[in-house]
């Protein structure tokens, strides 16, 4: 069981926008930021948000990020074929004193 | 161009000890700020990160396999290495290395760890 909470699914038609949420706790999202990571298929984790809301040089402007409190969310955009992938949400923890993921979300486009 | 490969064993036999080798290039891991870390993923599963080691020799592990775990570095030649040992067949999975800056920003294709008899 992760220590942040991601809903399993989320799925979208071409075009539309689509959240997918990450909860976790004090120790966590509510005192450090967050991160987000993209995988393809058969590939490795690819960064696609850090410190919160900073998207990395070459990630379009469809994926944004937020925080609130002890919790985070991904947005995505004008939502395309090639955003199928699993999506995992990752922050340091105080209390563990190391990172944390969540447990993915597997994004399917209809 | 930051690039990092894993190597190490492909297959273990459980109670063995594995060792991952990381290596690295297009930074150094003597520069303030910047460390390596290893994250793992059990076919199918979720992500689980399980150590960092910093430019300053500072250690970081998962509380949960904290005991079964060393990272050590070798900055002249530009590597990291893990070790973990009492290997058991949950611990199959993809090992990734992967460079720490702003969180892990770049990843190594990864190296998959069978542990069977």
């Known amino acids: 069981q992760s220590v942040l909470t991601q809903p399993p699914s989320a799925s979208g038609t071409p075009g539309q926008r689509v959240t997918i949420s990450c909860s976790g706790s004090s120790s966590n999202i509510g005192s450090n930021t967050i991160n987000w990571y993209q995988q393809l298929p058969g590939t490795a984790p690819k960064l696609l948000i850090y410190?919160?809301?900073q998207r990395p040089s070459g990630v379009p402007d469809r994926f944004s990020g937020s925080k609130s409190g002890t919790s985070a969310s991904l947005a995505i955009s004008g939502l395309q074929s090639e955003d199928e992938a699993d999506y995992y949400c990752a922050a340091w923890d105080d209390s563990l004193n190391g990172w944390v993921f969540g447990g993915g979300t597997k994004l399917t486009v209809l | 161009q930051i690039t990092l490969k894993e190597s190490g064993p492909t297959l273990v036999k459980p109670t063995q000890t594995l060792t991952l080798t990381c290596t690295f290039s297009?930074?150094?891991?003597?520069?303030?700020?910047?460390?390596v870390g290893w994250v793992r993923q059990p076919p199918g599963k979720a992500l689980e990160w399980l150590a960092l080691?910093?430019?300053?020799?500072?250690?970081r592990y998962s509380p949960s396999l904290k005991r079964r775990l060393t990272i050590t570095k070798d900055t002249s030649k530009n590597q990291v290495v893990l070790t973990m040992t009492n290997m058991d067949p949950v611990d199959t999975a993809t090992y990734y290395c992967?460079?720490?800056?702003?969180?892990?920003?770049?990843w190594g294709q990864g190296t998959l760890v069978t542990v069977s008899s």
């Open positions: 992967a460079h720490h800056g702003r969180g892990f920003d770049y």
């Open positions: 080691i910093y430019w300053d020799a500072d250690k």
């Open positions: 297009g930074f150094s891991l003597s520069t303030s700020k910047v460390g």
């Open positions: 410190y919160n809301n």
